[in-house]
Structure formats: structure tokens, C-alpha cells
């Protein structure tokens, strides 16, 4: 397998043998390094995937088996080394004819989900909810918009503002309960001050109890971000392994499926080129981050960890495809402007009043959260530990 991409590195970690077994499952060998396998049991076909591009053989009656094997090659320009040694079960046959189909074309989700025989799944599509997410939504949403013949560059900015129209409940509700987290915060520096941080119990058990008199859950600005994970992982998935961005361009991108690198330099620790897309996505965040931390007031160690975060997703994504980079540049920016919008209209007075009304009315007209109850209920063990001792 000859290099056929500008990233060799990357070309490698997404190439190796799939193939599908008469059970329907679809598996491969390793694509991180030197593999094979020994297969005493019935396939369907074998696929030699390399990246964007597969060489797939078909046998209607099934291989009996097969001996598969990938090693990696001392040459640069060599991605892989293939081979595949299949058998065919002769026993049952009539007049020894067999039929077979060989594919060469694109690993394009469309064109290979069209052979109906399973061989869309050696596109990486993710784990989980992730591939979920991908084939159900992601897919069927760019297709349509790719079906209106525009560049790339604008359909994955569509397919941002859609993403993040879906989501702005989430953020709505995220940003609300960060900042009823931000007016109490000079309560609860009373609280620290007055207890001090020596006593952890008491001071977990003080701050519970101005929660649960305000009505504020202290992870409900957390838990819908983590709901949007599973959305932002799903695309590292998606545009890595998305053929239709292969040689397209967009601005002073030339190729949206791998780097660009517009900042070339002898290799300095495996880094030999700065990707101008992933140097705005990381000034993006960072600006983003120092927005948050000036309006919800963060201090200590989670002030300065928001800023190292983006440095090392630099050096990770610095290589990967500018069209990842392109959609984490335009998530950020519509993250901060989204958050800019949102602030015009939350007034932090107007919290802070709702929140000391909340904490006039009676114990019995107050809702206590799922999270408030396991809290309390663990405080409670852990006061009764403290008293046995």
C-alpha cells in the first residue's frame, strides 16, 4: 500500500484488513502496528482498507477460512504491507464454480452502505453513542446538505449552526445554573471563612445546606455539558474518516482532509509544521476560556487549567484534518458569542433576588434535587463514622 496521502503517520493509524465473518461481525487487525490472525471459521469478504481507499473481495458461498497479516513498512513511502491467504470449502460446491465480487472504489459511507453487505462498518464511525450519533444524524444531515453542491467550508458551517441551534437549550440551562453558582460564590467564601478548610466535613455540609436553601444544584451547570460530549467526540469521528472533503479546499485550506500547514520547519520533537486552523481554534478557546473565568469569577487551580487544556489539544490536533479544526474553531466561536448573547439577558440581581426568596420559603415547599439527596445522605454517614470514633 503505496502512500496516497499527505499525513503518512495518520494514513497508517486508519489503515489494516477487515473483514466480516458468516455471523454478520465485522472486525480487523490492528491498525496501530504489526498484526495477524488465524481465522478457522467462515467469512463473507476481506477488505484491504487503506484509509480513504479499499480493495474488497466477496465470496457468495463464504471463505472457509483465512490467514491475515499487516506489517508496517521500513519505507516511507510505503503505508502498509498486506496479505491474505483464503481457502474455499470445496466439499459442497457443484461443478467447482464459485462466484466472487471485487470492489476498488472509496471509502465514501454512501457508496460502500450500498453493497448492503456490511462493508460501510470499516468506516470508523466511533463507539457507542458516538457512531449512534453519526450514522443516524450526522450522515443523513450532510448528505442533505451536500446536496445542494456548495463548498464544504459552508456546509460544515451549516451543519455547526445547526448542531449548536439543537443544543442551545442545554447551554441555556448550563449557563443559568453557572451563574447562580457565580452570585453565591461571596457566600460561599463566608462559609470558607468561617469554618475555615480544615474542617472538610462541616464545610461540605455549611455549603449543602445554602444549596438546598437557594434551590442551586452545584452540578447543574456540569451535567448538560456533558450531554453535548458525546456530540463533540462524534465529530472527531466523522471528519477524519470523511472521504468527500479528500482534495476539496476551502479559503487558504488546499485540502480539508488533512492538515494545513502554511508554517513549515525541520522537525523539532515529531512536529515539523504549525496548522493555522488549529492555532485559531486554540486562540478561540482560550479567549472563550478567559471569558469564562472573568465573568464566573474562578480562582486556584481550575482558573489556570481551562488555559493549559487548549495548549495540549494544539499539539494533539496540530496534525489531524484542517476540516476537524475548521468545526472546533467555528464550535468556539459560537460558543463565545453564544455566551456573550446570553449574558445581555441574565441579570445577576435578579438571580441573587430569586435565590434569597427561595430561601425564605418553608423546608416543605422545596424541592430537594438527586443529587442534593445522595449529598446529604452521604454526609450523614459520614458524620455517623465521625461520631463512632
Request: contains cysteine; hydrophobic residues 40%.
Amino acid at each position: 500500500m503505496y502512500q496516497k496521502e499527505k499525513n503518512v503517520k495518520g494514513e497508517r493509524d486508519k489503515s489494516s484488513i477487515y473483514y466480516k465473518t458468516a455471523e454478520n461481525n465485522v472486525d480487523h487487525l490492528k491498525e496501530s502496528g504489526d498484526d495477524d490472525d488465524q481465522l478457522d471459521k467462515r467469512l463473507t469478504w476481506i477488505a484491504f482498507k487503506q484509509h480513504y481507499f479499499s480493495s474488497i473481495l466477496t465470496s457468495k458461498t463464504g471463505f472457509a477460512s483465512a490467514d491475515l497479516d499487516v506489517k508496517t513498512a521500513a519505507e516511507a513511502d510505503i503505508v502498509k504491507l498486506y496479505s491474505a491467504k483464503a481457502k474455499l470449502d470445496f466439499s459442497n460446491q457443484k461443478d467447482n464454480q464459485y462466484s466472487f465480487n471485487f470492489f476498488f472504489g472509496p471509502n465514501k459511507y454512501n457508496i460502500l452502505k450500498a453493497q448492503n453487505d456490511g462493508s460501510n462498518s470499516i468506516i470508523n464511525m466511533g463507539w457507542g453513542p458516538m457512531r449512534w450519533i453519526n450514522q443516524w444524524i450526522t450522515v443523513p444531515v450532510f448528505n442533505f446538505l451536500d446536496g445542494f453542491h456548495m463548498s464544504y467550508g459552508i456546509v460544515i458551517l451549516i451543519l455547526t449552526i445547526l448542531l449548536k441551534g439543537v443544543l442551545f437549550p442545554l447551554t441555556y440551562k448550563s449557563y443559568q445554573s453557572m451563574a447562580k453558582m457565580r452570585v453565591l460564590k461571596p457566600q460561599l467564601d463566608e462559609i470558607k471563612a468561617k469554618v475555615g478548610e480544615d474542617n472538610a466535613v462541616l464545610l461540605q455540609q455549611e455549603q449543602m445546606k445554602l444549596y438546598k436553601q437557594a434551590g442551586v444544584n452545584p452540578l447543574g451547570g456540569c451535567l448538560p455539558l456533558v450531554l453535548q460530549m458525546p456530540f463533540t467526540i462524534a465529530f472527531f469521528y466523522f471528519f477524519p474518516n470523511l472521504f468527500e472533503l479528500r482534495g476539496e479546499s476551502f479559503l487558504w485550506v488546499k485540502d480539508l482532509s488533512t492538515y494545513d500547514s502554511p508554517i513549515t520547519f525541520p522537525a523539532i520533537f515529531g512536529i515539523d509544521h504549525v496548522s493555522l486552523m488549529c492555532v485559531l481554534m486554540t486562540l478561540t478557546t482560550l479567549l472563550t476560556t478567559w471569558y469564562n473565568n472573568a465573568t464566573s469569577g474562578a480562582t486556584g487551580q481550575m482558573k489556570y487549567i481551562g488555559y493549559f487544556m487548549p495548549l495540549i489539544f494544539f499539539f494533539v490536533l496540530n496534525s489531524f484534518p484542517a476540516g476537524l479544526n475548521y468545526y472546533y474553531f467555528l464550535g468556539a466561536v459560537f460558543t463565545f458569542l453564544t455566551q456573550l448573547l446570553i449574558r445581555s439577558f441574565v441579570d445577576d440581581d435578579k438571580i441573587l433576588a430569586k435565590i434569597e426568596e427561595n430561601k425564605k420559603r418553608p423546608e416543605s415547599e422545596k424541592k430537594k434535587s438527586s443529587f442534593q439527596s445522595k449529598m446529604e445522605e452521604m454526609m450523614r454517614q459520614q458524620q455517623a463514622q465521625k461520631n463512632k470514633k
